[in-house]
């Protein structure tokens, strides 16, 4: 039976441009454009799912888990919304910038060194993030499990991940990486991404039910990501777990 989700070779491979994370024109240049729409898309359906009071707009008492949180691009926003938020990496030295990037701008997050399978916490989550993770782990399907034991009944998780279409080969590979040079040679493995009905197959099986599935393009004349109803090759899924 699978004991662990940690792919080394991926973890060795982010760790060695950890040093990055904050840098909004370095390796991770495609996040920081990523990260409005994705911290749009998660606080408006947290407000809507826990009936947060309009007036307040804020996460307060909302506990987020951020899985595979890197530098931490999404869990201090998370943060600066008002949320209690525990960020996992499995790469030491992304926690380490996390830590040191939280610290100099006064946020209160739990950073942990751990994978889902070996987090030792004492409580569950009302939301949980698995954002552009699922396809660098090395079991989708014991990741999904793992991470859906620690979800509260009714709480919510969101992930976003890449298609396996031929159209999504092109873009997010030959196109990101080979031309447009968004990403380093080498970040994303086609045989690794994941189709959303096997995505949705594989949560059901772990009592998530689906939500919402909604497509993430590029728009590439404002420079900005949009919401769209093309999956192709990014996409964002939203689970209820029963």
């Not at 040093?19 to 749009?40: A, V, Y």
Request: net charge positive; with cysteine; proline share 3%.
């Amino acid at each position: 039976m699978k004991s662990n989700t940690i792919n080394k070779k991926e973890i060795e491979k982010f760790s060695r441009i950890a040093s990055q994370w904050w840098d909004p024109n370095g390796k991770f240049k495609p996040l920081h454009n990523f990260n409005p729409i994705r911290i749009e898309y998660i606080k408006n359906s947290i407000i809507k799912h826990f009936k947060i009071k309009s007036s307040t707009k804020s996460l307060r008492k909302i506990n987020i888990l951020d899985i595979g949180c890197g530098g931490g691009l999404l869990s201090e926003p998370m943060c600066r919304l008002g949320a209690n938020v525990v960020g996992i990496d499995a790469s030491d030295k992304n926690i380490e910038v996390a830590k040191f990037h939280a610290k100099k701008n006064n946020l209160k997050i739990n950073y942990i060194c751990s994978s889902p399978e070996t987090l030792r916490i004492d409580k569950k989550f009302d939301v949980i993030l698995n954002m552009e993770i699922i396809e660098h782990v090395d079991d989708i399907d014991y990741f999904i499990k793992k991470s859906s034991q620690l979800l509260k009944k009714n709480g919510l998780m969101f992930v976003a991940t890449l298609n396996k279409t031929l159209k999504s080969y092109f873009f997010a590979i030959i196109g990101a990486e080979y031309i447009l040079r968004w990403l380093p040679i080498g970040t994303h493995d086609w045989e690794k991404f994941v189709k959303p009905k096997d995505l949705i197959e594989i949560s059901k099986k772990n009592n998530l039910k689906i939500e919402e599935l909604d497509g993430l393009k590029f728009d590439l004349l404002k420079n900005k990501w949009n919401i769209s109803k093309d999956k192709s090759v990014n996409y964002i899924a939203r689970f209820k777990k029963n």
